[in-house]
């Protein structure tokens, strides 16, 4: 998982459109090292869609815009994966599609393996 992935998912998490986002990063006035400037507008889009790499000494900024801790640009926790996993449904469809390909020894094992990320989801979100 890329930090790129991880921050267009804040993003639609936070209900934040792509030019918000832009808009608060160039608020803060990040400064590139090499250049001394600050990323423009259509520069940050840029990152944001992948045209471009994410400059190391923007997180601290990205993190702000985003609200979150830097670390959480980093980590991929269970309760992420199960709600990136879902929101790709183009490749959940698929794989259902292919499904009665599959001999039952197959099924059998993936639904094991689903039932164990399921446990394993279910008692991370348990309230202590």
Known sequence: MEVLEKI?????????????????L???EPKI???GETPSFHTIL???????????ELIPYIAEALGVEEQELFTFDLEYSADYNYKQSKEVREIVHLLP??????????KEQLQKYKKLY??????F
């Open 8 to 24: 267009n998912y804040i993003l639609n998490e936070k209900d934040m459109s792509k030019k918000e986002f832009a808009n608060k």
């Open 26 to 28: 160039v608020a803060l």
């Open 33 to 35: 090292k090499l250049t």
């Open 46 to 56: 840029g990152y944001l869609y992948g045209k471009r790499e994410i400059k190391i």
């Open 101 to 110: 390909y599959a001999p039952q020894s197959v099924i059998m094992h993936i």
């Open 122 to 127: 279910d008692e991370s979100i348990k309230p």
